[in-house]
C-alpha cells in the first residue's frame, strides 16, 4: 500500500457528523461514553460553537476523512478539550498522532494555556496517543483524565503551524488533478 500523506485542515459540520455516524458502535463508546444514535450526533455537531475548531486528517492519497478532532476552548481562552477519533482503515498508521501534534502547535499558537482529554481507561488507543505526545494520564473509577501544560508561542510553532497551512493552499491548487491522480492509485493498489 502507497505511503499515507495527511493534510490538516477545517472540515464543516457535515463532514464531521458523516464521519462520526461512520463510526462503529465500540470506537462511539470511546468517544462519547455512550452509543450516539444519529439523531443524537446531528444534535452534538449542531450544538458546537462556530468558534470551536473541527478538523479532520484527510489522506490527500486518497481523499478520505482519516480522522476528525473537535477542539472546545473554554471562555478564558486559556484551555482547551480535546475529543478526536480515527476512521477504522486509518488506525495504527500515525494520523491520530499527526492530527494531536497540529493541535498543540494550534493551541501554543493561541495562547492556550492547558490541553485536556477525558476517557474511559480502557480506551488503550487514546491513552497511548496521549502519552507519545506528551500528555500525563490520571485514572480514577473507570475514567482517565490527560492534562497537558502547553509552552507559550514560539517562532518554531508559528512557523509549524504556517507550513502547515502551506500544505492546504498547495492541497487546493492540487485538486483539478485529483480524480486523475485517485484513478491512477486505485488501478494500481
Known amino acids: 500500500m502507497a505511503t499515507i500523506v495527511i493534510l490538516?485542515?477545517?472540515?464543516?459540520?457535515?463532514e464531521y457528523k458523516?464521519?462520526?455516524?461512520?463510526?462503529?458502535?465500540?470506537?462511539l463508546i470511546y468517544r462519547f461514553s455512550r452509543?450516539?444514535?444519529p439523531e443524537a450526533i446531528d444534535l452534538y455537531v449542531d450544538s458546537i460553537p462556530e468558534s470551536?475548531?473541527?478538523?479532520?486528517?484527510?489522506?490527500?492519497?486518497?481523499?478520505?476523512?482519516?480522522?476528525?478532532?473537535?477542539?472546545?476552548?473554554?471562555?478564558?481562552?486559556t484551555q482547551c478539550e480535546v475529543g478526536i477519533s480515527t476512521d477504522l482503515r486509518y488506525r495504527r498508521k500515525g494520523v491520530a498522532k499527526e492530527l494531536m501534534q497540529h493541535i498543540l502547535t494550534m493551541c501554543t499558537n493561541r495562547g492556550i494555556h492547558q490541553l485536556y482529554m477525558t476517557c474511559l481507561t480502557d480506551?488503550?488507543?487514546?491513552?497511548?496517543?496521549?502519552?507519545?505526545?506528551?500528555l500525563a494520564v490520571v485514572s480514577?473509577?473507570?475514567?482517565?483524565?490527560?492534562?497537558?501544560?502547553?509552552?507559550?508561542?514560539?517562532?518554531?510553532?508559528?512557523?509549524?503551524?504556517?507550513?502547515?497551512?502551506?500544505?492546504?493552499?498547495?492541497?487546493a491548487l492540487m485538486k483539478p488533478y485529483k480524480a486523475?491522480?485517485?484513478?491512477w492509485l486505485r488501478k494500481n493498489r
Not at 490538516?8 to 457535515?14: M, S
Open 140 to 171: 480514577s473509577r473507570g475514567e482517565s483524565e490527560t492534562v497537558l501544560e502547553l509552552p507559550s508561542v514560539s517562532f518554531a510553532s508559528l512557523n509549524k503551524e504556517l507550513t502547515m497551512n502551506n500544505m492546504v493552499v498547495a492541497d
Open 123 to 134: 480506551n488503550k488507543a487514546i491513552i497511548n496517543l496521549c502519552k507519545k505526545v506528551g
Open 35 to 37: 452509543i450516539m444514535t
Open 52 to 77: 470551536n475548531h473541527i478538523l479532520g486528517a484527510i489522506s490527500t492519497l486518497y481523499g478520505e476523512l482519516a480522522a476528525a478532532a473537535h477542539m472546545a476552548v473554554d471562555d478564558c481562552g
Open 18 to 27: 458523516a464521519h462520526l455516524k461512520s463510526l462503529d458502535n465500540e470506537s
Open 180 to 183: 486523475q491522480w485517485q484513478a
Open 8 to 14: 490538516i485542515k477545517d472540515i464543516t459540520k457535515d
